[in-house]
């Protein structure tokens, strides 16, 4: 028994460690972080968010915390007020035009919602926008691959061109 208690100790004390990096930069911690967006979050927000940049610095990746205030009891209206109000930081389109639901799901106490990135209505690879949230629709997470629309070109290959290439 005594055996038991000192592996629930051990466990219990553990140090957090740091991110696994995997060639990506660590998660910034909103209490500390020097960047203008990561204090733009945790102004509206508050403290207690682990705030994620994309790579390139220039919008946020990804988010978890205790949640934000209700954006609505229905999932996907939820998740669109939220992105559409925090857009900017995101790095996404202001009216979200080009964000197509994939996936809506609620059950019991929480819901979770998917957007596909599309440019003229056609999906971009691996492009999406993934929020969890509680059944009140307060934003618990988001993970974010969306791809910045100055980044995204249209194709200028004709079909030919394609089919041969």
């Known amino acids: 028994m005594n055996a038991v208690k000192s592996i629930l100790?051990?466990?219990?004390?553990?140090?957090?460690?740091?991110?696994?990096?995997?060639?990506?930069p660590a998660p910034q911690n909103s209490?500390?972080?020097?960047?203008?967006?990561?204090?733009?979050?945790?102004?509206?927000?508050g403290p207690g968010w682990t705030v994620r940049l994309a790579g390139d610095g220039t919008r946020i990746e990804s988010i978890v915390g205790l949640g934000t205030p209700p954006y609505g009891e229905k999932p996907e209206a939820a998740a669109r007020?939220?992105?559409?109000?925090?857009?900017?930081?995101?790095?996404?389109?202001?009216?979200?035009a080009d964000l197509r639901l994939l996936v809506q799901s609620s059950r019991g106490s929480s819901g979770h919602v998917e957007f596909q990135q599309t440019i003229n209505q056609l999906p971009i690879e691996n492009a999406r926008v993934q929020i969890?949230?509680?059944?009140d629709g307060r934003i618990l997470h988001v993970v974010s691959t969306y791809t910045p629309s100055k980044a995204v070109r249209e194709a200028t290959l004709t079909k030919e061109q394609a089919i041969e290439a």
């Open 9 to 24: 100790l051990v466990l219990c004390t553990a140090p957090i460690l740091p991110w696994p990096s995997h060639g990506q």
């Open 132 to 135: 969890n949230l509680s059944k």
């Open 31 to 45: 209490a500390s972080a020097a960047s203008p967006l990561i204090q733009a979050f945790v102004r509206k927000f």
């Open 81 to 96: 007020n939220f992105l559409r109000e925090n857009a900017q930081l995101f790095g996404l389109q202001s009216d979200l």
